[in-house]
């Protein structure tokens, strides 16, 4: 007898999680930006009559992301979303990198900056408050780790972390600095 192999509930961490219409935007055109060398960070649904859709993406490899990676993604996930339709009417499509002071979405961006400033929101509290700053030390398979100002750390649940971002500092500017190539 085989056994029936049942859809898996855990949640990936290394892909940011949204809720709503942002979800359903996401679970449309993560393929296309996989397929294309790109990898989500957040989507965005802002405003009513015209909505705008806004999709923020970083290059799987790592290098910086240019305005022709956002014009490629671009059309790409237009025509995604013109082909499913998730948004009834008009709406306007806005692509960009996640910039430097960046949203922490995923449990590997907050690996990926282990020592600069952060600062998240829960969606519950931990011990009375939902507002955390402080260094990143790090994310495993279901916390994030900061360390407050006060020198205590604080393990916040990711599937329950509402935003978080990065701090701009001058050394978050030179971690994340381009050296031009005087070759």
């Not at 859809?7 to 055109?29: C, R």
């Not at 960070?41 to 799987?60: F, N, W």
């Not at 790592?62 to 009834?88: F, Y």
Request: glycine share 8%; proline share 5%.
């Amino acid at each position: 007898m085989t056994e029936a192999v049942l859809p898996s509930t855990e949640i990936d961490l290394d892909l940011p999680q949204h809720t709503g219409l942002e979800g359903k935007i996401a679970d449309i055109i993560v393929p296309t930006l996989i397929d294309l060398g790109y990898d989500l960070v957040r989507v965005a649904v802002l405003g009513r009559e015209r909505p705008t859709v806004q999709i923020m993406a970083d290059r799987a490899d790592g290098a910086m992301i240019s305005v022709e990676d956002c014009e490629t993604i671009s059309r790409s996930a237009g025509a995604v979303l013109d082909v499913n339709d998730p948004i009834p009417g008009e709406w306007t499509l806005e692509v960009s990198s996640a910039g430097i002071d960046r949203p922490l979405t995923r449990r590997r961006d907050w690996n990926r900056f282990v020592g600069h400033l952060a600062r998240a929101e829960t969606q519950f509290p931990i011990d009375g408050r939902k507002r955390f700053n402080g260094t990143i030390l790090g994310a495993d398979a279901t916390h994030a780790t900061i360390r407050l100002d006060d020198g205590s750390d604080i393990a916040l649940p990711l599937v329950d972390i509402r935003r978080a971002k990065l701090i701009l500092t001058d050394a978050l500017i030179d971690a994340t600095a381009i050296t031009p190539n005087l070759n």
